[in-house]
């Protein structure tokens, strides 16, 4: 079975500019979480989804935004990037009440 | 903002050695996680913790959610060099809405 799948993997960036990252969740898996990890830090908590609904958000500015597709998919989308920005987002889906499974991550560096 | 204690921030051990690390949280948790990271990829599951006082193993590693339902520790057994790695705790809120991770413990291990 497929994993949590991730695009791109890799994606360079200017400061100013605008960034759409995409997730596929396991089949099956109704909830779509997003994590920013900084290097040498545990992954932050950036939004929860779950049945296209947000139900969760952490600590970050209106600048990140994300929405959930009725496959159950998502994207997060990140305006006028700032260097601090620079991070690997990390997306992990769960079904209800049950462990997030991760995928492996977009690395996004803004110059 | 709730906020979880990992310690120690890393071990540099000989191969063979037993390992332990441990979370602590100033909120009470439902759930108790533990990951592994590897460069280049996203955390991936070790154990899952659902009850206080629970004891739980899988292979050479064994975990328990503390009584007071604010700490978990980590044992790793006789350990090989494969093992090395950032390992994070994670505390999952009621719902499974939102999960906080620790900054993580790197483990280093000397063949």
């Known amino acids: 079975d497929a994993g949590v799948t991730q695009s791109p993997t890799h994606l360079i960036k200017t400061r100013g500019q605008q960034v759409t990252l995409r997730c596929s969740p396991i089949s099956g898996h109704k909830s779509v979480s997003w994590y920013q990890q900084v290097l040498g830090q545990g992954p932050q908590f950036i939004f929860q989804y779950y049945e296209k609904e947000e139900r969760g958000r952490g600590n970050f500015p209106d600048r990140f935004s994300a929405r959930q597709f009725p496959n159950y998919s998502s994207e997060l989308n990140v305006n006028a990037l700032l260097l601090g920005d620079s991070a690997l987002y990390l997306c992990?889906?769960?079904?209800?009440?049950?462990?997030?499974?991760f995928g492996n991550g977009t690395r996004l560096t803004v110059t | 903002g709730q906020q979880l204690n990992q310690s120690p921030q890393s071990m540099f051990i000989q191969e063979g050695e037993d390992v332990s690390m441990n979370c602590t949280s100033s909120s009470i948790f439902n759930t108790w996680l533990w990951y592994k990271q590897d460069p280049g990829e996203g955390p991936v599951l070790l154990i899952a913790?659902?009850?206080?006082?629970e004891l739980t193993s899988n292979g050479r590693l064994t975990a328990q959610f503390g009584i007071t339902r604010k700490d978990s520790f980590l044992n790793i057994s006789a350990s090989i060099p494969s093992d090395v790695g950032i390992y994070f705790c994670a505390g999952q809120d009621t719902g499974g809405f939102k999960t906080i991770f620790g900054a993580g413990t790197r483990l280093f291990v000397k063949a």
């Open positions: 913790l659902y009850k206080a006082g």
């Open positions: 992990a889906s769960s079904s209800t009440n049950s462990p997030l499974h």
